[in-house]
């Protein structure tokens, strides 16, 4: 075992700027998930606040708490309602026990070589640039080009700026584009009221249900980028944050996700973007995921009935912005191998296939690690 460190939680203008380098990611699929489902909005953005504020204090990093995105694009997509989604949260929580706590875990992240962790990575800071870009910004409207436009240049020049941290100025942008052109402070005034999340217990039935159709696709992505990944930008940015196992990360998904169905909270995990988007904009302590965790626990408290309203507090091309940046943060880390002819070409191999396939994040695991185990004889890849 390390030694366990305990550093101190700032609370800044920098861990204020890095609470806002991964809401690109997390709120477009809340939105999403809550309207495909119909949970109820005030318990999701309750939940989601609450255990960002509880990691941020555990780790004392820029820790993240993201919505499991595979299960999220699945229950879009095939319209599987909130019961299911619930049962499939605690479904994956046992389920990520039972790896933690039998040691497959620790055996698995000593097996799949960097290379590949490497290429988890790359695939998805691709991923994250492609829904950027699609998604978010080539969508909207000239308004929404020109908000976007001043956003790039913004970050562009102020990403490594303390004293005016990039992140705060864009998003105090957006709220000011929303209010000027989708908002009147009257919509939240009005509507302030206290809200509790709903405490229920998922049925067996949803459960089983749950893991069939949204646990076993969303394993190993878990594998590969919230626990593998993760751990492997944790010892990139804070070295000398020894104590951060895959078995921690792992008994912390569990955790959360145990927790969460029975207030009617999204499952939920780790996530190596979300760690280098909260470091990317200034975030280097807890305290950057604890500021983030209080601003959805205020909305869903406060403001949870307001939900339409909600929505449009953080413009898509804004928001579309600092998930390109988190996203090339993300892909830049695949230089670590870039002076090894063999791992570098695993690695892109690996991001690849992550990023261009139906269920690519198991096929780059698998067929990454197999290809760097067989890759002996292969001349060409000799140095």
């Known amino acids: ?40 909005a005030p318990g999701v953005l309750i939940v989601f606040g609450l255990l960002q504020i509880i990691t941020g204090l555990v780790y004392r990093m820029p820790m993240p708490v993201q919505p499991l995105k595979a299960m999220a694009t699945l229950v879009i997509a095939q319209k599987i309602g909130g019961d299911i989604l619930l049962g499939a949260g605690l479904a994956i929580g046992v389920c990520m026990f039972f790896l933690s706590v039998t040691g497959l875990l620790q055996k698995l992240s000593t097996f799949i070589p960097k290379s590949v962790v490497r290429g988890i990575q790359f695939g998805l800071g691709l991923s994250l640039c492609s829904l950027a870009l699609k998604e978010y910004i080539l969508k909207s409207d000239f308004a929404g080009y020109l908000l976007a436009t001043l956003s790039f240049i913004i970050v562009l020049f102020f990403i490594k700026n303390k004293r ?3 992140a705060i100025i864009v998003i105090f942008i957006g709220l000011l584009y929303a209010f000027l052109f989708k908002l009147h402070i009257t919509d ?12 229920g217990v998922p049925s067996l039935t949803h459960i089983v249900q749950g893991f069939l159709l949204l646990s076993l696709p969303q394993i190993p992505l878990s594998l590969g980028n919230s626990i593998l990944a993760t751990q492997q930008s944790c010892k990139d940015y804070f070295p000398e944050r020894t104590d951060i196992t895959v078995t921690k990360l792992g008994f912390s998904y569990a955790g959360m996700n145990l927790l ?24 280097r302590t807890g305290g950057s995921v604890v500021i983030y965790g209080i601003m959805y626990l205020v909305l869903g408290l406060f403001f949870g009935n307001g939900f ?5 507090l953080f413009p898509l091309p804004v928001l579309g912005v600092i998930l390109l940046f988190e996203g090339l943060s993300l892909m ?24 261009g396939l139906p269920y690519g ?17 292969i001349d060409w890849l000799k140095d």
């Open 1 to 40: 075992m390390g030694k366990i460190i305990h550093p101190k939680i700032t609370f800044n203008r920098s861990e204020l700027a890095g609470a806002f380098g991964d809401i690109g990611t997390d709120f477009p699929l809340l939105v999403a998930l809550i309207l495909a489902t119909g949970l109820h």
């Open 164 to 166: 005016f941290p990039a």
């Open 188 to 199: 939240f005034t009005r509507l302030i009221g206290v809200n509790w999340p709903p405490i």
């Open 260 to 283: 969460a169905p029975f207030l009617g909270g999204i499952p939920v995990c780790h996530g190596a973007g979300g760690l280098v988007g909260h470091y990317a904009f200034g975030g």
């Open 308 to 312: 339409n309203s909600i929505i449009q």
């Open 332 to 355: 830049q880390l695949i230089i670590d191998v870039g002076s090894d002819k063999k791992s570098f070409t695993i690695a892109l191999l690996t991001g690849i296939l992550a990023f």
């Open 361 to 377: 994040y198991l096929f780059a695991l698998v067929l990454g690690t197999l290809f760097f185990y067989g890759s002996a004889k």
